[in-house]
């Protein structure tokens, strides 16, 4: 079964991956398929599916999966590697966002570029993770929150940010071993009222 999440992180792959028609492969080839039934799905010839299955599994997108007797034919029978893609900023080298060059830690340029970041480094983290057969240890933790006014609001962000600092001072050591963790705190307005990621 292919992964939920890929995070791209060469520019080859990312620009491969951008071609709409491409797009609509990928999204085709979430279950095993050939160029044939590929085609079938989106209407297109089998000899243009091959073409792009072939830039897409040269990229990484898309991987063999077996060979199916069809008749006097042999199919060829692919798939994604993964269900949903992510580009990590870091393809865009010296022009990736960095939280340094941006002062501001109340500006959604700061937000963004943290953001932007993280994508990154857990894309390189997860890269070593599988080359040496670990799991990456990682921990997220989101929810929705309606404030009254601009006034609670800034009173969570420093009750929030006084939790934060007790709990870092709490298990923050650096006398013994262990390895440095980033925690990122972030907020900012839903696109969508209500808790869930997606309106009902």
Known sequence: MSP???????????ATALSPIRRDVLRALRSPGSATTVGEA????RQKVNYHLRALERAGLVEHVEDRRKGNCTERIV????????IAPSVLGP?????????????SDHLAA?????????AELRARADAAGKRLPTL?????????????????AEDLANAVARLV????????GGRWFR????????????PEEEAP
Not at 42 to 45: D, I, K, N, R, T
Not at 140 to 156: G, N
Not at 183 to 194: I, K, S, Y
């Open 42 to 45: 989106l209407g297109l010839a």
């Open 140 to 156: 997220s933790l989101e929810t929705a929150i309606h404030f009254t006014s601009p006034q609670a609001q800034a009173a969570f």
């Open 114 to 122: 943290v953001a932007g970041r993280t994508i990154s480094e857990v």
């Open 4 to 14: 939920p999440v890929a995070i791209l992180q060469d520019a080859d792959s990312a």
């Open 183 to 194: 925690l990122t705190v972030g907020t900012h307005p839903a696109l969508r009222a209500g």
């Open 169 to 176: 001072s709490r298990y923050h050591d650096e006398s013994s």
């Open 95 to 107: 022009l990736e966002a960095s939280p340094r060059d941006v002062a501001d830690r109340f500006s």
């Open 79 to 86: 798939r994604a590697t993964a269900t949903h893609y992510l």
